[in-house]
């Protein structure tokens, strides 16, 4: 069906999500427009293209976009479109286009910056209207995009706040997974999982922060490890997944005093003074090049800020203290694609990048032992809230106990804050523009 | 001519023992098919083609005996979502080719291509690529020391990927 802005308010509550906003493409359609069309979405990291020419390429929301260097070292996010007939300029998911684009139809041309320069046999074009010059039939750029401590985001919507003002405090968790390197950089390593998912791409970034699942769905991988664990001779050496996996199964209490944080614009994490990724040891290599960088002060600082998850609605999903990211990509209504990226701590031993691929492979991959128990959830879900039998969704958890704290709402570790300030965003994208 | 005979004895012994293992996850049976790797036994499902580590580099898998064991509880745990399914799959091995002998101890890399149709949540998926298996020989058979897994579409967008293939 086609919705009206008071039948689109209709569908979200304060505490109560219609199931039609999980299951009707008309719906899907909309938040394609007006939430991936207005939010800042992550498009990569710049380590991901290195040098003068390098790409990477992906859909935005439903448009394919190009993130690509320039000679002079700017990082451009273009619509990955000819100015001629619309072809796309470039069809891996990374590479190295060297001093431009050039289509593979019929050979225009495009600098770095998207600039058209070159279109064959011109003088077919001597008094037709056509002007090279003319910059619609250019690559066309983003309407905005920045970069976060080389996070790239760009956004479809001109009038949308500076990347900076859209963080809000919410960068604070970016800002630390940098800062954990001792050189305050990091990079994209250890290459991606591309995980595909049967389920609308909210079902995964509302699993997120929502604690009250570990224990239930998890519970299999963490009986089986301390199963296993518990046949060993005693004074086996401890192994980094004992570290990783049996966390899952951390009880009510310990999420609930972990404690969520919510911020304008959907954001949210989960944690702060501890986690569940907040008992991991430290390798002494590791904290002694932190306390040379920063001084012992600002290294306990660093790494006694301890988030789970973080997400900057709705694209991008943050694991500071494991450095890792999954990034969600949707589809369809019921279809989205979960990538893992893995970031190496520039200056920081190799153990820290092999226990962040060990965490992406144990946890996220999809051959693990997690995610497709998470993801069988969401597909259970998807199926289920097919039917009429309620239309309703819920999210009272700790409902009206919200504490303002100005910028940030904060409650329980267990309370549904997170999926509360996920869908204030929800509305305001979809009602109005958001400035 | 022995020596072609017994070339060929080989690579019999060594396919049976593929088709073995291959036998144990079609059912799948868990339990009998970790009885077929070395203590130190190692199964790598590698997340790119020509994959040079998996300690730097993202896999699909990487376990070891420990993580056998906890994946082998996992399969059977009655509150595993996502493995409340029935799973059962149909490999086919072939193109065996051994491609380093041990002459005195018998332990050899061998190569093989693999189709596997995995059967899980009412849909087929076809599998596809090649094995390298590092074999240890045995008084009487083989073990495995270390298999590879190299998936035709590692690095494409890929699904649950439920059990061992």
């Known amino acids: 069906m086609n919705y009206n802005n008071p039948e689109v308010a209709d569908l979200v509550r304060p505490t109560q999500i219609h199931r039609s906003v999980y299951t009707d493409p008309?719906?899907?359609?909309?938040?394609?427009?007006?939430?991936?069309?207005?939010?800042?979405?992550?498009?990569?990291?710049?380590?991901?293209?290195?040098?003068?020419?390098?790409?990477?390429?992906?859909?935005?929301?439903?448009?394919?976009?190009?993130?690509?260097?320039?000679?002079?070292?700017?990082?451009?996010?273009?619509?990955?479109r000819c100015g001629h007939k619309g072809t796309k300029l470039v069809d891996k998911p990374c590479g190295n286009t060297?001093?431009?684009?050039?289509?593979?139809?019929?050979?225009?041309?495009?600098?770095?910056?998207?600039?058209?320069?070159?279109?064959?046999?011109?003088?077919?074009?001597?008094?037709?209207g056509f002007d090279k010059n003319d910059p619609q039939y250019s690559m066309q750029?983003?309407?905005q995009y920045d970069s976060y401590r080389g996070f790239v985001f760009a956004t479809m919507d001109a009038s949308a706040p500076d990347l900076k003002t859209w963080l809000g405090g919410a960068g604070d968790v970016l800002d630390n997974l940098c800062d954990r390197s001792p050189e305050g950089e990091v990079e994209v390593a250890g290459g991606v999982l591309r995980y595909e998912h049967e389920c609308n791409w909210k079902m995964f970034i509302e699993n997120l922060n929502d604690t009250m699942h570990p224990m239930i769905v998890h519970k299999s991988v963490v009986d089986a490890a301390n199963d296993y664990i518990s046949t060993l001779p005693e004074g086996s050496p401890q192994r980094t997944e004992a570290e990783?996996?049996?966390?899952?199964?951390?009880?009510?209490?310990?999420?609930?005093?972990?404690?969520?944080?919510?911020?304008?614009?959907?954001?949210?994490y989960d944690g702060g003074k501890s986690s569940i990724h907040a008992d991991y040891s430290v390798d002494p290599e590791y904290e002694a090049a932190m306390i040379k960088a920063y001084?012992?002060?600002?290294?306990?600082?660093?790494?006694?800020?301890?988030?789970?998850?973080?997400?900057?609605?709705?694209?991008?999903?943050?694991?500071?203290?494991?450095?890792?990211?999954?990034?969600?990509?949707?589809?369809?209504?019921?279809?989205?694609?979960?990538?893992?990226?893995?970031?190496?701590?520039?200056?920081?031993?190799?153990?820290?990048?092999?226990?962040?691929?060990?965490?992406?492979?144990?946890?996220?991959?999809?051959?693990?032992?997690?995610?497709?128990?998470?993801?069988?959830?969401?597909?259970?879900?998807?199926?289920?809230l097919q039917s009429p039998a309620s239309d309703w969704v819920e999210m009272h958890r700790n409902y009206g106990s919200d504490v303002d704290k100005g910028d940030r709402l904060t409650n329980s570790g267990t309370s549904d804050l997170d999926m509360r300030s996920e869908y204030a965003a929800w509305r305001e994208y979809m009602l109005s523009k958001v400035a | 001519m022995s020596g072609q005979k017994s070339n060929l004895e080989t690579l019999h012994a060594i396919e049976d023992f593929l088709y073995q293992e291959a036998s144990f996850l079609d059912r799948p049976d868990l339990d009998a098919w970790l009885e077929l790797y070395t203590e130190d036994g190692v199964y790598w499902m590698p997340a790119i083609v020509d994959q040079k580590d998996a300690l730097n580099h993202i896999s699909l898998m990487y376990d070891d005996r420990v993580m056998m064991e906890i994946r082998k509880r996992?399969?059977?745990?009655?509150?595993?979502?996502?493995?409340?399914?029935?799973?059962?799959?149909?490999?086919?091995?072939?193109?065996?080719?051994?491609?380093?002998?041990?002459?005195?101890?018998g332990d050899c890399t061998v190569t093989s291509n693999f189709q596997c149709i995995s059967y899980y949540l009412d849909k087929q998926t076809l599998f596809?690529?090649?094995?390298?298996?590092?074999?240890?020989?045995?008084?009487v058979g083989y073990r495995i020391r270390h298999k590879r897994v190299n998936l035709i579409n590692c690095d494409g967008v890929l699904g649950t990927i439920i059990i061992y293939l």
């Not at chain 1, 520039?346 to 092999?354: E, F, I, T, Y």
């Not at chain 2, 596809?128 to 008084?139: D, M, P, R, S």
């Open chain 2, 128 to 139: 596809a690529g090649t094995y390298i298996h590092e074999l240890v020989k045995q008084t």
């Open chain 2, 74 to 105: 996992n399969f059977v745990h009655p509150r595993a979502a996502s493995k409340d399914y029935t799973v059962r799959a149909s490999h086919i091995i072939s193109n065996v080719r051994i491609r380093k002998m041990n002459e005195p101890t």
């Open chain 1, 244 to 268: 990783i996996i049996p966390p899952f199964g951390a009880s009510y209490k310990n999420f609930e005093a972990t404690g969520i944080t919510g911020f304008r614009y959907g954001h949210h």
């Open chain 1, 141 to 143: 750029k983003l309407a």
């Open chain 1, 98 to 128: 060297g001093g431009g684009f050039t289509c593979c139809y019929h050979g225009w041309s495009y600098r770095l910056d998207g600039k058209l320069v070159g279109v064959p046999h011109p003088a077919g074009y001597k008094d037709t």
């Open chain 1, 295 to 384: 001084g012992p002060e600002r290294t306990r600082e660093i790494l006694t800020f301890n988030t789970h998850n973080t997400l900057y609605y709705p694209s991008l999903t943050i694991k500071s203290a494991v450095q890792n990211i999954r990034v969600v990509r949707p589809i369809a209504v019921d279809k989205c694609i979960v990538e893992t990226w893995s970031f190496r701590l520039k200056g920081a031993p190799d153990s820290m990048l092999q226990r962040t691929i060990m965490y992406s492979r144990l946890i996220n991959s999809n051959g693990s032992m997690v995610g497709p128990d998470d993801l069988t959830a969401y597909r259970r879900m998807q199926e289920g």
């Open chain 1, 26 to 80: 008309a719906i899907f359609e909309l938040e394609m427009q007006r939430i991936w069309g207005r939010a800042w979405i992550f498009i990569g990291h710049e380590s991901q293209v290195p040098e003068s020419g390098s790409f990477i390429s992906l859909k935005l929301g439903k448009y394919p976009v190009v993130m690509v260097r320039d000679q002079v070292g700017k990082v451009h996010v273009l619509f990955n």
